[in-house]
């Protein structure tokens, strides 16, 4: 059972360049999130997805893109990759309503050099 | 602005122990208080999680204590075990508003023999 996928695991980009992370999700959820982790910053959330065909900001939106493209699928995409986006990357899925828990993917790490 | 607020950044206990891990939160709208774990490599994984018209849950060696008065919850691990060691987690749901969470800066524990 694969749960949440998150391709790719590592990237490393030059300043300016563009990129898409990419999450599929096989538990049928509703709703599906970025968040990024930053060492004492503990996990931020940058867009989530209530439901398919739905897509709003989190805490930290600024220079980020995303695309819910079905049920199983929500990309997240860097324009202009700053440096101040290296960071390790968490996409999560959950049911819309319930219990609340995330399920979390293994994470994508972006350095921005 | 952290809205949740974790404490300590790090904890070093051995084997047997019990570890202690606190959270403080401002906003009375949170409806929902999971605790993630979190190994290296890995995303996050709920642990155990708590609504606020308890004040205890436990589950194995895995306690939340919930103080509704002074906006606080903590975990307790009893007889913490060296496979205990990652990184703690707490975060809280907005009413209403599926699964997106705010998480606090993350605890590293350490079991030590």
């Known amino acids: 059972n694969a749960g949440v996928t998150q391709t790719p695991k590592f990237q490393v980009l030059k300043t300016g360049q563009s990129m898409t992370l990419q999450c599929a999700q096989d538990?049928?959820?509703?709703?599906m999130y970025w968040y990024r982790q930053d060492p004492g910053m503990g996990l931020r959330l940058i867009y989530y997805?209530?439901?398919?065909?739905?897509?709003d900001k989190g805490e930290v939106p600024n220079g980020y893109n995303v695309s819910r493209l079905n049920k199983r699928e929500f990309s997240l995409r860097l324009e202009s990759a700053a440096p101040s986006q290296t960071s390790v990357y968490f996409c999560?899925?959950?049911?819309?309503?319930?219990?609340?828990?995330?399920?979390f993917g293994e994470g994508s790490r972006l350095t921005v050099l | 602005q952290q809205q949740v607020k974790q404490s300590p950044q790090s904890l070093i206990v051995q084997k047997g122990g019990i570890s202690i891990i606190n959270c403080a939160y401002e906003?009375?709208?949170?409806?929902?208080f999971p605790w993630y774990q979190q190994f290296p490599g890995k995303g996050p994984a709920l642990l155990i999680a708590?609504?606020?018209?308890?004040s205890e849950k436990k589950e194995g060696r895995f306690t939340i204590s919930f103080n509704k008065s002074a906006k606080q919850f903590s975990l307790h691990i009893m007889d913490s075990q060296p496979g205990d060691s990652a990184t703690y987690f707490c975060?809280?749901?907005?009413?209403?508003?599926?699964?997106?969470?705010?998480f606090g800066t993350g605890t590293r524990l350490q079991v030590t023999l």
């Open positions: 999560a899925s959950s049911e819309f309503r319930g219990a609340g828990e995330l399920f």
């Open positions: 538990m049928n959820h509703n709703s």
């Open positions: 997805s209530a439901s398919e065909g739905t897509t």
């Open positions: 906003n009375t709208a949170f409806d929902y």
């Open positions: 708590i609504r606020p018209d308890v």
């Open positions: 975060a809280a749901r907005y009413t209403g508003t599926a699964s997106k969470l705010t």
